[in-house]
């Protein structure tokens, strides 16, 4: 990385907070490519203009993995991928202008967004499908299902937030300080460069990115409460998403009450301890330990 970037990140204490988080992705992401298992099948799906990346891994129940900001299949779910395998059909993809699948001449939104996810799961004839969705994907996940219902079972929503304001003010000031200058030379831009069809549009795309991720959201608490869909919720204690916002979700969907005079809500709520939004995605024996059994339910 340059020296000027990193001398920027240590004087400010929020972007070195960023830093730290986009190193820790690399390490992740070199860690965890060799660990994804072969792809049963992968390719190209032209839906909404696009040519959708996708991999499929298992045979099974389908399951969709959708993955957080400027993230690839192998970055985000490397070491999650040969687990689930062992027991579900794992449909993996990379968004729009992510990964191998490259931008078009659209604007990034959460409908858009989804609509691709739904878009992609036709082409593959696939009626429903469970869902897992990471920070960014989190949310395109609920918003397929608010859009989509009918092809969405059972949701994993990890460490994301509904709306804009369900992050941390230290989270939201750094994602309102973000610039393209900042990632310049630093591991993203090399995950991007490995695997983009045009490595020559990295300036382009984050632009793009970086606008969409300032840009406010809402995804409206009467729109996920007509979600007919069970949800997990798993959060690291440290993960920047406000734990207010945590609860209201997992109302929204029947939780939090005492369970002593009403049956249990089918979703649920995990919180694992001493964890981050990066590192929560380390620990992969954990996110198995709630992710399984609640697949497994009827």
Sequence with gaps: MKLQSIQYFQKNAVMKTLYQTIVLIFCLTTNTIAQTSEAAKSGYAPVNGLK??????????????????????????GQLIPELAKTHKVIALELQGHGRTADIDR???????????????????????????????????????????????????ISSAFKDTGWSSDIQESIANLTVEQFEGTPIQTIYAEVAI??????????????????????????????????????????????????????????????????????????????????????????????????AVD
């Design 198 to 295: 045009d490595p020559g549009n990295w300036r382009d795309f984050m632009s793009k990115m970086i606008a969409f991720e300032k840009q406010p959201y809402d995804l409206g608490l009467s729109n996920i409460k007509a979600i007919p869909s069970p949800i997990l919720i798993i959060k690291g204690d440290y993960d920047g998403v406000d734990m207010t916002h945590t609860m209201e979700l997992f109302g929204a969907f029947g939780g939090g009450g005492t369970g002593m005079m009403e049956p249990l809500s089918p979703s649920g709520l995990a919180v694992i301890p001493s964890t981050t939004h990066i590192t929560l995605m380390e620990k992969t024996e954990d996110l198995l330990d709630f992710i399984q059994p609640f697949l």
């Design 52 to 77: 959708i990346y996708y991999e499929i891994h298992g045979e099974g129940h389908p399951l969709v993995l959708v993955h957080g900001s400027f993230m690839t299949i192998p970055a985000n779910y």
């Design 107 to 157: 604007p990034f939104s959460y409908e858009n967004f989804a609509d691709d996810v739904a878009g992609l799961l036709d082409y593959l004839t696939i009626e429903k499908a469970d869902f897992i969705g990471y920070s960014l994907g989190g949310t395109i996940t609920m918003q397929t299902a608010i859009a989509h219902p009918e092809k969405v079972g059972k949701i994993i929503f």
